[in-house]
């Protein structure tokens, strides 16, 4: 196990009925909010509405960014900045799924900043103050409600970048799971791949004499196996819509899960490139992409496969050699992400291999990515074409 320092500062507020506190929490940090959120529907479901009467019973004034992109792009974090700036905002609230807390997030360190917030997305500058931020989720997927990182897409340069830093964490999140029970059945299956896509980032690591933290992902992992697919089959499933929303906060706040371990966030790379230029969602491109990573890399270190084929996947070892059960476990994961919905391939989104050269390069622009094995240019087309 490697030295390691940890440090949440986000409030955690969970269970049902929670975003009534909303206005309390958000008083205690500014006065003038930008509500920031998604395609409006928050709007549908009534949570717009209560929203909007805690803030204003708070004696808050509230200043609206809607149709924040799945993929949120920069030009809308540049709008929110210029009212932020403009109708001196103090504090903002994101009230939605990843994107729409990414943009927020992204939002809150420009505001300060004299430069160009895609600076901070391109390692140019560091951001080193922000305005508070707090969050309503609506969607259980990318940990963003408790972590300081931030992915932003330059929708005209088709570029998706990630930035972060301790200054744009949450201060508070508000974890109702009930506000997930109208979450379409896509962004369910999106969102279970995108927390198990969390987990494998940290658990396939070459970090020895750590078993509680390999622990902690598997039980990551066997949570969302067990309680996805009553999620789709009961949308209102209480149980298995607060199991899910938990798992994916644990699953990427800040390190908990696998402090003292090398990650890799390889694939979560090669991802960001098919969707800066095709636009599809992250959890349907990494379903794709992380078994066919898993396949180009197991070798590197296979008892660390063997030991996820057995535990996660009960693969039976008996008569198998560690290369088929490793490869067991590769394929099961391939054959649940299956049978929950999401795509296998990226010509499902009618993507071909016309571009896998420039999303190569553009993946290890900085250097090669990944830890569990290096990934140079080749080794990322070779990942895009068992893909294809």
């Not at 931030?150 to 201060?171: D, Q």
């Not at 949570?223 to 499933?237: G, K, S, Y």
Request: proline residues 4%; contains cysteine; glycine residues 10%.
């Amino acid at each position: 196990m490697n030295s390691f320092q940890f440090k949440n500062p986000t409030h955690i507020v969970f269970g049902e009925g929670t975003a009534d506190q909303v206005g309390k929490l958000a008083s205690q940090y500014g006065k003038t909010i930008l509500l920031v959120y998604g395609s409006g529907s928050i709007k549908k479901t009534g949570l717009y509405d209560k929203t909007i009467s805690q803030l204003t019973n708070a004696g808050l004034t509230v200043h609206e960014l809607p149709n924040i992109e799945p993929n949120p792009r920069l030009t809308t974090v540049n709008k929110g900045i210029e009212i932020c700036r403009t109708q001196g905002v103090d504090f903002i609230l994101a009230v939605g799924g990843g994107s729409v807390i990414d943009a927020a997030k992204a939002i809150a360190a420009g505001v300060p900043y004299e430069g160009d917030v895609w600076d901070f997305f391109t390692n140019k500058a560091v951001i080193k103050e922000a305005l508070p931020l707090g969050t309503i989720l609506t969607l259980a997927a990318t940990g963003s409600e408790m972590n300081g990182s931030t992915v932003v897409t330059n929708w005209e340069e088709n570029l998706k970048r990630g930035a972060g830093s301790p200054h744009i964490y949450p201060v508070f999140s508000i974890l109702d799971p009930t506000l997930t029970y109208s979450v379409p059945r896509n962004h369910t299956v999106n969102g279970a791949v995108d927390i198990m896509s969390h987990v494998f980032e940290q658990y396939f690591s070459l970090t020895k004499n750590t078993p509680l933290q390999e622990r902690l992902c598997e039980s990551i992992l066997l949570t969302v196996i067990e309680n996805v697919e009553d999620a789709l089959a009961n949308p209102e499933d209480a149980v298995a819509r607060a199991n899910l929303m938990w798992c994916g906060t644990l699953a990427l706040n800040g390190g908990l899960i696998s402090l003292g371990m090398a990650n890799d966030w390889a694939s979560h790379g090669i991802e960001h490139e098919v969707s800066a230029i095709y636009d599809i969602p992250h959890g349907a491109g990494l379903a794709v992409i992380f078994p066919n990573w898993m396949k180009h890399v197991y070798e590197e270190r296979i008892d660390r496969f063997v030991q996820y084929a057995v535990r996660v996947w009960g693969i039976n070892p008996e008569g198998k050699s560690d290369k088929e059960i490793a490869l067991a476990g590769i394929q099961a994961t391939r054959d649940f992400f299956t049978r929950i919905g999401a795509e296998s391939r990226l010509a499902d989104f009618e993507i071909g291999s016309d571009k896998i050269d420039r999303m190569a390069e553009e993946a290890v622009r900085y250097g090669a990515i990944g830890s569990f094995k290096r990934l140079e240019k080749e080794d990322v087309k070779a990942i895009l074409e068992l893909s294809l």
